[in-house]
C-alpha cells in the first residue's frame, strides 16, 4: 500500500465499550480515558498491551453513528486497520491511483489530539484509516 505507513492500531466496533474492555483488560490490557467524538458521532477508548496491537473499541452514540451498520450486520468486529503516515493528502492520492475510493475526508480527531484522520476502502484490502504524524 504506502511504503512510509507504520501500522498504528486496529478498529473493533464495539456495542459497549465498557463491557468489551473488561475482558481485554483480564488479559492485560489497559485502557485509555474515553473520548466522545462529535464529528465521527462516536465514543472511543483505546486499549494497550506491551508487545501487543494497540485495539480502538469504537462505540456507537445514536443510530447515524458510522458503526452502527458493522454492529447490526456482524456484531462486534475488527472493521479497520490504521496506518500512521507523514502527509495525508499525499498519501491519498498515492492510494486513489491505487483504486482506493476515499469515503471519509480528511478531519481532526479529538482522539488523536487534533491530528487528521481520513479512512479509505479497497476491495482487496477493506477499510484503512490514515492518521498524520
Known amino acids: ?8 492500531h486496529v478498529g473493533i ?6 463491557k468489551t474492555a473488561v475482558l481485554f483488560m483480564e488479559a ?3 485502557m485509555t480515558s474515553i473520548f466522545f467524538d462529535p464529528k465521527q458521532n462516536v465514543k472511543i477508548s483505546f486499549l494497550e498491551k506491551t508487545g501487543s496491537p ?3 473499541l469504537v462505540e456507537p452514540v445514536d443510530e447515524k453513528s458510522p458503526v452502527r ?3 447490526d450486520k456482524v456484531g462486534v468486529s475488527a ?3 490504521c496506518y500512521e503516515v507523514e502527509n495525508l493528502d499525499d498519501s491519498i492520492t498515492q492510494l486513489r491511483q491505487k483504486k482506493f475510493l476515499l469515503l471519509v475526508k480528511p478531519l481532526e480527531a479529538v482522539a488523536f489530539n ?3 484522520i481520513c479512512f479509505l476502502y479497497n476491495k482487496e484490502t477493506g477499510l484503512i484509516e490514515l492518521l498524520e504524524k
Do not use: D, P, Q, T
Open 1 to 8: 500500500m504506502l511504503i512510509n505507513s507504520i501500522f498504528h
Open 79 to 81: 472493521y479497520h486497520f
Open 114 to 116: 487534533g491530528r487528521r
Open 69 to 71: 451498520n458493522i454492529l
Open 54 to 56: 494497540l485495539l480502538e
Open 28 to 30: 492485560g490490557y489497559k
Open 13 to 18: 466496533a464495539v456495542k459497549s465499550i465498557e
